[in-house]
């Protein structure tokens, strides 16, 4: 059974930094790229960071590209987001997914097969 369990969230103020974790399940298949989304309130769900099998490739929305930051360990057990000078319309939801490494398709919610549960992350103003 493939698990994702986000870890991290929280309430915090403006410029402030969080940083959040995926822990992936042995069952994953692999070789797998993972995926940061999130989902605020009455919006569609939207792409924020990618990171590849080998780790060489990430990519990032334009919104918080220079403030964020995805990385794998190299047991490939544990996803980070590391998230810096946060802002309010950071606010959301933030999911942890899972696709097959096909090397495209990064940020393409329909291509992500495992989901987690969510993690809150509030950005106070």
């Known amino acids: 059974q493939v698990q994702l369990v986000e870890s991290g969230g929280g309430l915090v103020q403006a410029g402030d930094s969080l940083r959040l974790s995926c822990a992936v399940s042995?069952?994953?298949?692999?070789?797998?790229?993972m995926g940061w989304f999130r989902q605020a309130p009455g919006a569609e769900r939207e792409f924020v960071a990618a990171?590849?099998?080998?780790?060489?490739?990430?990519v990032y929305v334009d919104s918080v590209k220079g403030r964020f930051t995805i990385s794998r360990n190299n047991a490939k057990t544990t996803v980070l987001l590391q998230m810096n000078s946060l802002k309010p319309e950071d606010t959301a939801v933030y999911y942890c997914?899972?696709?097959?490494?096909?090397?495209?398709?990064?940020?393409?919610?329909?291509?992500?097969?495992?989901w987690g549960q969510g993690t809150q992350v509030t950005v106070s103003s």
């Open positions: 042995r069952g994953t298949f692999s070789p797998n790229a």
């Open positions: 997914a899972a696709k097959p490494e096909t090397g495209a398709d990064y940020g393409s919610v329909r291509k992500y097969d495992y």
């Open positions: 990171i590849s099998w080998s780790g060489r490739t990430t």
